[in-house]
């Protein structure tokens, strides 16, 4: 190949650097920088013909001839292979390959060879593009990527199949047709297996997982993923990693997938460490050795953060600051310039560091740890110690940071309440219409003109449209409004679908973001309590920053999380097992029902907890189009959780009453889903948990008392009323004096609605009569109390129209008489 470099930056190519200039790394995967390599081009070549890098063009076109005889157009395909061969014979170079790789077509960022043509000439054009095709199907010429891309070569793929006379790939197209694709996606893999063997020059069975992943970071890199709009942000070759490693064809232990493959993990210690290059070789084995002895009680987080200040942001400034320092005894000049250097961000100087307390935290830890330690190890650690730089006075004020930065998150929640309302509506507004004009849109065939709420619209009928009717697959929905712009309302309705349950999940559970990407199928049970009632709960998973929660659901969390089980389980199928990346601790979880999942591409993946910030922060734009107030506010996952905490203190049940509600009793939900998912799929989620418990202080999982579990059962009868149920959290009494019409807790049962019509005349009855008497201040009290009224016939309104949705529980058995 001309370049098999493998750099794949976020960043456009720089051609020109300065002197000191440091290359960017050419993915944020650094792992996949050194896993990635192109295959040994083997010592013969694959060539379905034999070696033609020196035959005449009159065998080539013999060649052809034979191949295709029968076929329509022999004449013009063999006046286009004898253009471009003619065209290269002009170059320098023994065989075609060298002549090839001479030619200006070759390099990166090449012009197409049609440019060879003469002006206007458009038969020629093509004609010398069908030539090329033949020279790369026939191995004569192996190009670079660039060289290939940079020409159109229109179904290259099947052609290059039918030419290579090779079982094996007939077999990875076969396994391809039968996988779960769109015919895009199909396409995409058979194109890029047949280019990634094209531009390195081997057979499938040389292809190997770093070789393919050299592909997909090239085609990254250079901005050629096939159908990447967006340039160079997408990995290429997703479907034929899935379909080559269904096949068995990579070695076992390799990664199902690409992005998997892709991914680094954890680091060890010594890598973490090694992320900032230190001179001072035994301050280096020093951190190593400390973190190492850290690492056993803390995280993965923790511990890549403690990494960071300690190496990047104490010693490595120091040795800038002070070139030479031989140890931790630091004088009175350098600890200042070191604390005037850690005051800004070292990404941006301009932007002053609002709290270092964590840093000076993290470094007075590290002497104060080795002091302790000398006194029972002197031989490892006493030649480190050394006075503390760090003062308590240098600390002094951390409380009152604290309150500074509670306070300020207090200002941002204030700020965001009265705006809650605004966000939900626009969120769910546009998520209803989108799912109205979607249902409008399939209802109507293709190229068919339909009206919506008023405005017209009418169906694509592209080629692409007909293309995906033809293969018997139902075509996205795009469709062109009265400005005539196209919209793909199946993307965008998906993507409105997934803001608006994430909102919905968020806002009436509290739950944290890591939280919501985390829910599994397996996170929804139920308790029947002896009187037959069933109660709805969302478990939570522990973790080490905050204990496990078991949550009532209400009717709205009820409702998102069943819309989202109605949108994964299609004609009855369970919830689709998926590995979960974790961002954080950077490990793979065991194959599990994730409820926040949804295809992307070839892969279905669990959506990022950054996606949700991203969806937010469009919504929060979009509105301040309109609404000035939105015009330096975002909504983060976090707000939503502040929010709901102003209103609850806690949703969640007692720590060790949720337990045994998830299995200290006999309540038979979690082994029922045996009968819905493998039994391995519930035993890793009973794991999953485990672990996590494991993580929390023993305190939290004391036995439950009979009088507990009476209060347990009572709470849920107190909260009873005449017009539905309370929501209010458990173990909390009513805080509105039990005026329940105008408490936000009050859940009507639509059963009620009657009544609520009774107490609406009632009240108008009453304020007839304050009028005649002139009570004005009844009046203001009777017509408050309507608007809260007339707000739950809304809600009751609205939620009688949603119906029924299975969430996939299995029903405890009938108690045996």
Partial sequence: ?????????????????????????????ANAELKAAPAPIPS????????????????????????????????????SVELIFASLEQMAGTTWQEKWTNSSFDREGAEPVRLLAREGNRNESADLTAGLKMAFILRIIRP????????????????????????????????????????????????????????????????????????????????LTYGNKLKNTRFAAHGAWQVLH???????????????????????????????????????????????????????TTISALSRHLVFTFWAKIEKINPGQQDLVLSPQVYDQWREAIKVWDRDQNRK??????????????????????????????????????????????????????????????????????????????????????????????????????????????????????NGEEPPVRVIDEDGVIHNITSTEETAFWEWAGLEILRHSGIRIEELCELTHLSIRQYQRPNGEVIALLVIAPSKSERERVIPMSADLFHAIAQVIRRLTPAGRPVRLLNRYDHHEKTWSEPMPYLMQ????????????????????????????????????????????????????????????????????????????????????VANYQRFLTHRRSLRPDIEYTEVTPEEWADFEEHFDKRKVELGNCARPYGTPCNHEHACIRCPMLQVNPKMLSRLSEIEKDLLLRRKRAQEEHWLGEIEGIDSTLVFLRSKKAEVARLTKRTTTDLGIPRPRPREI
């Fill in 1 to 29: 190949m001309a370049d098999t470099q493998t750099f794949t930056a976020r960043n456009r190519r720089i051609e020109h650097h300065d002197e000191g200039f440091v290359q960017s790394p050419i993915t944020r995967f």
């Fill in 44 to 79: 013969i070549p694959p060539g379905p013909f034999g070696d033609l890098s020196r035959a005449p063009v009159s065998e080539i076109v013999r060649i052809i001839d034979r191949e295709t005889k029968g076929q329509p157009n022999a004449a013009r395909r063999r006046r």
């Fill in 144 to 223: 670079s990527l660039s060289g290939f891309r940079a020409n159109r070569i229109v179904n290259y793929a099947d052609r290059f199949r039918e030419f290579q006379a090779d079982p094996y790939l007939d077999e990875f197209f076969s396994a391809v047709d039968r996988r779960d694709f769109s015919h895009n996606h199909r396409y995409r893999a058979k194109f890029d297996v047949a280019v990634a063997l094209t531009t390195q020059g081997i057979a499938l069975k040389d292809l190997t997982p770093p070789a393919l992943l050299h592909y997909a970071m090239e085609a990254k890199r250079l901005g």
């Fill in 246 to 300: 269904q096949m068995g064809h990579f070695p076992p232990g390799t990664p199902p997938t690409l992005r998997t493959y892709v991914y680094r993990g954890q680091l060890t210690i010594e890598q973490l460490v090694d992320r900032y290059p230190i001179e001072h070789q035994g301050v280096r084995k020093l951190l190593i050795e400390y973190l190492t002895r850290r690492r056993a009680s803390t995280d993965y």
């Fill in 353 to 470: 560091r609002i709290d270092d307390s964590p840093i000076l935290l993290a470094v007075r830890a590290l002497y104060l740890d080795l002091h302790s330690w000398a006194i029972n190890e002197p031989e490892r650690w006493a030649q480190w110690v050394a006075p503390c730089p760090i003062s308590t006075r240098d600390l002094k004020g951390f409380a009152k940071r604290k309150r500074e930065i509670n306070q300020r998150m207090a200002n941002r929640v204030r700020a965001r309440q009265p705006l809650l309302p605004l966000l939900v509506a626009h969120v769910e507004g546009r998520h209803d219409h989108l799912s109205a004009l979607l249902q409008s849109a399939q209802a109507v065939q293709l190229g068919e003109a339909f009206v919506h709420k008023g405005h017209h619209y009418r169906r694509t009928n592209s080629s692409q449209d007909q293309i995906w009717a033809k």
């Fill in 598 to 681: 949804r295809q992307a591409g070839t892969q279905r993946m669990v959506i990022a907890s950054t996606t949700f910030l991203h969806m937010f922060a469009r919504s929060c734009k979009e509105l301040a189009e309109t609404n000035r107030v939105f015009a330096d506010t975002t909504f983060t996952p976090h707000d939503f959780r502040r929010l709901f905490a102003t209103e609850l203190v806690n949703g969640g049940l007692p720590v060790h009453i949720g337990a045994a509600l998830l299995g200290h009793l006999d309540l038979r939900t979690l082994q029922g889903y045996v009968a819905v998912f493998a039994e391995d799929v």
